[in-house]
């Protein structure tokens, strides 16, 4: 195991994140990661699209340190509508389970007021650690 997922066993199972992790090793943050492709354009306005390459880019940043979706220990959401959020969660789902895996870090979702690019509808930070 690359990391403990911490779970009281008496709490209800959690669906698709953890409540808590602990882990050892060299750490790697992310900063503010959004929906555009590598020249900084975006593509589509579909709010699950635009999760699926915001976490299509946090594997590529995690990889520049030889870390993997696996290494994931925290994720922070900001969305700017947390109904386009919930409406999407079969699209979202699917956009995690094909890019990070099976694999449920840490989580916390935010509703905001705006994100810094107009189009951005998700902007998600992300924290890994990769094992010693």
Do not use: C
């Given at each position: 195991?690359?990391?403990?997922?911490?779970?009281?066993?008496s709490?209800?199972?959690?669906?698709?994140?953890?409540?808590?992790?602990?882990a050892?090793?060299?750490?790697?943050f992310t900063?503010g990661v959004?929906?555009?492709n590598?020249q900084q354009?975006?593509?589509?306005?579909?709010f699950g699209?635009?999760?699926?390459?915001?976490?299509?880019?946090?594997?590529?940043?995690?990889?520049?340190?030889g870390?993997?979706?696996?290494?994931?220990v925290?994720?922070?959401?900001?969305?700017?509508?947390?109904q386009?959020?919930?409406?999407a969660l079969k699209?979202?789902g699917?956009a995690?389970?094909d890019?990070?895996?099976?694999?449920?870090?840490?989580?916390?979702?935010?509703?905001?007021?705006?994100?810094?690019?107009d189009?951005?509808?998700?902007e998600?930070?992300a924290?890994?650690?990769i094992?010693?």
């Amino acid at each position: 195991m690359l990391h403990e997922v911490l779970h009281p066993k008496s709490w209800k199972a959690t669906p698709g994140y953890s409540n808590g992790i602990a882990a050892t090793g060299r750490m790697v943050f992310t900063g503010g990661v959004i929906g555009w492709n590598d020249q900084q354009e975006f593509e589509t306005d579909d709010f699950g699209e635009q999760v699926r390459i915001a976490l299509q880019s946090i594997v590529a940043i995690l990889a520049e340190a030889g870390a993997r979706p696996e290494h994931l220990v925290r994720l922070t959401w900001y969305v700017t509508d947390k109904q386009e959020y919930l409406s999407a969660l079969k699209q979202i789902g699917q956009a995690y389970k094909d890019v990070i895996g099976r694999h449920y870090p840490a989580m916390a979702l935010v509703q905001v007021v705006a994100l810094v690019e107009d189009r951005a509808k998700v902007e998600i930070e992300a924290t890994a650690v990769i094992p010693a």
